[in-house]
């Protein structure tokens, strides 16, 4: 039957499946990620402990992972549609723990590179968000996938002071093993917490199509913030093949204390951050803050190579250079959510994660390598050159348009009537676009929330009964 207004607003909050799916899968992603990013403060320091170490083979260790995530994470997510989304996390999992284990025991680089590149293999994430789809309503979606990508940011920021602690406790060795135990931990969680889901479908918003592939990549303002995340995160992981080394050996700080910098640069990052966020949205700024950040990002790496090497001033730098960093971070996804049609979200989604993923390998390679044959200076002249040809690019692309994705069950509808719906929809205060799947009787939509006629629109909701 269709629901009235009123029944759909008993209706606007999570129930109480919802939460416990997504507080047990944002725990399971974030622990995941905090497993592979706690050596990234400290691998570059002890890595030449290992036979055969040289920088590039340093930056090949720390950047491997997102080689093999960024080709594996979209056949994952298409293996579950048919094997089931748990069956294949546990397999994700277990081969995540298996390169930690790998790592833990390396004695040899090329042993930590192939524990990396399987830690990488257990690439889970797009099965955890085809996961958090079966488990949420259409209209509670988007507000899952934020809570989980806040809890990526949380995960990183603890891991980059985690780590240099954890360091000085069980060594690098340790770390891997504590990231073995944390993989096991998220399968408990997996077992003991998360919700089964009813059924497992395929999720146009969440999941990539390949038969939209070659759409999606021939829209060249997804391939803009495509390239950007790949630029960001070879930023991210260049300049942590040579930073700690550049904190330790120019500056003086000892490892041990390399968290007494981490912490409190990043509490000041997201202070800074977040008053640019609500301005972009709230004030319509998001291009202009968005290329504002790039450049300032350039202006950091740029300082790290003109400036000079004292603990204060890497301090500050870092600061500035964290505050664009996740401003970026946080501004692609909603920018990439706000281009892409209604329908072709999750393909563009899919597309720009594998993007992110190789931007992590080519800046472990690419930062290895110019610290090999030019030192710190190298890297961050290399880091400051990708940032002005990523400022180009963005500062030519167009100013997005302020909507928000919107799922409307509607219910299967013969195809001959599918026109006639999307024109009833698009007739709504503030649906700005609309696209229809028959079979799946979801309305794709592209709102303006502000402006949105919630009570029109949801005489054309559903509620099974």
Not at 80 to 99: C, H
Not at 194 to 212: C, G, Y
Not at 377 to 406: D, E, H, I
Request: charged share 15%.
């Amino acid at each position: 039957m269709r629901d009235t207004p009123q029944q759909t607003g008993e209706q606007a909050s999570w129930s109480p499946l919802e939460k416990r799916a997504g507080f047990s899968l944002a725990t399971i992603y974030a622990v995941r990620m905090l497993g592979l990013f706690m050596i990234l403060p400290v691998f570059s320091l002890y890595a030449e402990q290992f036979e055969g170490s040289t920088p590039l083979l340093i930056g090949l260790a720390l950047g491997i992972y997102g080689l093999t995530q960024a080709l594996l994470q979209i056949p994952y997510g298409m293996l579950s549609d048919r094997f089931g989304r748990k069956p294949m996390i546990t397999i994700g999992l277990l081969v995540f723990a298996a390169g930690s284990l790998l790592a833990a025991d390396a004695n040899t680089i090329y042993e930590v590179i192939i524990g990396r590149a399987l830690q990488g293999s257990g690439a889970v994430a797009a099965v955890l968000m085809a996961l958090a789809a079966d488990l949420s309503r259409e209209e509670h979606r988007l507000k899952m996938m934020g809570f989980i990508g806040v809890s990526i940011g949380f995960a990183f920021a603890i891991a980059m002071v985690a780590g240099p602690i954890l360091n000085q406790i069980v060594g690098l060795s340790g770390i891997f093993i504590v990231t073995a135990i944390l993989a096991l931990f998220a399968l408990i969680i997996l077992f003991v917490w998360v919700p089964n889901p009813k059924e497992s479908i395929f999720h146009r918003d969440t999941q990539a199509n390949p038969t939209l592939f070659k759409t999606v990549l021939a829209d060249t303002q997804l391939l803009r913030l495509d390239f950007g995340i790949l630029i960001l995160h070879m930023v991210l992981m260049a300049t942590f093949v040579s930073f700690p080394l550049v904190l330790q050996n120019e500056a003086g700080l000892a490892s041990l204390d390399h968290w007494k910098l981490y912490l409190p640069v990043f509490l000041l990052s997201v202070a800074i951050m977040v008053p640019f966020i609500i301005i972009a949205e709230t004030r319509r700024r998001m291009k202009q803050i968005f290329v504002g950040a790039i450049g300032v990002l350039a202006v950091a790496e740029l300082n790290l190579f003109f400036g000079g090497s004292s603990v204060w001033h890497l301090a500050l730098t870092m600061v500035v250079f964290f505050s664009a960093f996740n401003l970026l971070e946080a501004s692609l996804p909603s920018l990439v959510s706000k281009m892409s049609p209604a329908d072709r979200k999750g393909t563009a989604m899919g597309m720009y994660s594998s993007s992110q993923f190789l931007g992590a390998f080519l800046g472990g390679v690419f930062g290895g390598l110019a610290f090999e044959y030019a030192g710190a200076q190298g890297v961050y002249l290399m880091c400051s050159f990708a940032l002005l040809v990523w400022l180009l690019l963005a500062y030519t692309m167009k100013n997005p348009r302020y909507v928000s994705t919107y799922l409307l069950k509607i219910g299967k509808i013969e195809p001959s009537k599918v026109n006639q719906m999307v024109s009833a929809l698009v007739s709504v205060q503030g649906v700005a676009e609309a696209a229809i799947e028959a079979e799946e009787g979801i309305a794709y939509l592209k709102v303006e929330l502000h402006a949105l006629d919630k009570a029109a629109l949801l005489k054309y909701s559903i509620n099974e009964t």
